[in-house]
């Protein structure tokens, strides 16, 4: 068995926020959106049906959880969840809040807008109260 | 608890397929894509956290099983499952069979390329062989 490694591709757009018991969840850089990703920590899995039932569950539920975490802390009106892959073959879930008035509203967000930076300093809150909800939960 | 209703943008866009136990499956008449959708039969759900967590657990079940079917029946490179919500509210899961040489690869489908039809006859064919591959894995 190969060991998990994060994608470069993922981990360079991303910064960590916490390891559930299945999966690393990264905050995506781009400022549009509270955009989160789900990465579970299983070598070689590409698609869903790559994971284990029992894992299947669990991501499921990971998955509801930072979708909670996410919309109780944005107050964002729909969040959009998404396992594409098209261009980083490592699984992984997008978990991303979405308001009616964000730049890309209705349509979803990739390739939609230029990605707009965020300060440091809002990261760092974003992540810290991400955590906290997350490890609460765990 | 009031019954169920397919929102008539999802039944406009799509063929019915079969009702697994959850979810009510439809083909998307775009034919750029082998396009799945699953409507988990739960009156007013929009999130997935709507559902109750065994109602999650099948309905990742049966994404897994129409993907397993989608892409044993087309030979598909990658699958594409999306829950969006953002133009039609009732929650519904996009499956959706993607080839390397498809009109929006590698960018996700929705808004990317003129919607195609298909001939009846090629519609029927695929439904039937979704629907005797989704009844044998029930």
Not at 78 to 83: D, E, F, G, Q, T
Not at 89 to 98: A, E, F, S, Y
């Amino acid at each position: 068995m190969t060991r998990f490694h994060l994608d470069p591709r993922l981990s360079g757009d991303t910064t960590p926020v916490v390891e559930l018991p299945l999966s690393l969840v990264l905050l995506h850089h781009d400022a549009n959106y509270p955009w989160t990703i789900l990465v579970p920590r299983v070598p070689g899995a590409v698609e869903i049906a790559d994971l284990s039932a029992a894992e299947r569950a669990v991501l499921t539920e990971e998955i509801v959880a930072v979708g909670d975490a996410v919309r109780s802390l944005t107050g964002c009106h729909k969040l959009n969840v998404a396992a594409l892959g098209n261009q980083v073959p490592q699984l992984h879930v997008h978990v991303i809040g979405r308001f009616r008035d964000d730049p890309a509203w209705p349509g979803p967000v990739w390739g939609a807008a230029a990605p707009k930076p965020r300060s440091l300093e809002t990261r760092d809150a974003l992540i810290e109260a991400l955590r906290q909800r997350l490890e609460r939960t765990e």
